[in-house]
């Protein structure tokens, strides 16, 4: 079993979510004993975000691409083929602003490629990334699960569907939630982990 873990809150031993994906890829490893892990910390190890360069060098056939292209698109190669290596990934998403942090979605845009993460056909769009499980570790100062305030969740639809669309679609959510709420916060962790449970 190889897993790769996404961490992306910079806010390393302090962040919620960096717990949460830790304590997943412990309790895959305690079933699993021979597993590998692979982390990539999108905040130290930086994705630069894409620019017009990128997507010339993304959408030019590699036999035409130039050094600099080549150069250009080395980082995209490199994180497509950690995920295609990867058995289980485990995506750490703080929320930012009801969204996924900056640096989640450039690591996004860098596998979204076609002809290597998805390709269109007749019958429409097929994803090529398959066979992967996914775990998301989605931390939250309210609660957006559930309640009046699901509807500013764009956390979990997101990721269901870039992801979706590259072929991953075997998705599980873990939350912490509640972590600004003062009834909620001092318990918030300990409520995530027992939802755990579920991976013994």
Do not use: C
Not at 112 to 131: C, H, K, S
Request: aromatic share 8%; glycine share 8%.
């Amino acid at each position: 079993m190889k897993i790769l873990h996404i961490i992306s809150s910079p806010r390393g031993e302090a962040s919620q979510t960096i717990q949460l994906g830790n304590s997943i890829v412990k309790k895959l490893v305690a079933k699993n004993e021979k597993a590998s892990i692979i982390t990539r910390d999108i905040t130290t190890e930086i994705v630069p975000y894409l620019i017009g360069t990128h997507i010339q060098s993304f959408n030019t056939p590699p036999e035409n691409r130039s050094a600099e292209q080549l150069e250009l698109i080395k980082l995209s190669d490199i994180l497509i083929a950690e995920v295609l290596d990867a058995d289980i990934i485990v995506i750490g998403a703080p929320m930012y602003n009801f969204g996924i942090p900056a640096v989640l979605k450039s690591w996004i845009d860098y596998l979204a490629r076609a002809g290597v993460a998805f390709t269109y056909t007749a019958d429409g769009p097929v994803g090529l990334i398959q066979g992967k499980k996914v775990f998301l570790a989605i931390g939250s100062g309210g609660v957006y699960s559930e309640g009046d305030y699901k509807a500013f969740d764009f956390i979990e639809p997101y990721l269901r569907t870039s992801l979706g669309f590259f072929g991953m679609t075997d998705i599980t959510a873990f939350r912490i939630e509640g972590v600004s709420v003062s009834a909620l916060k001092d318990n918030a962790m300990q409520v995530a982990l027992e939802k755990l449970s579920v991976l013994d």
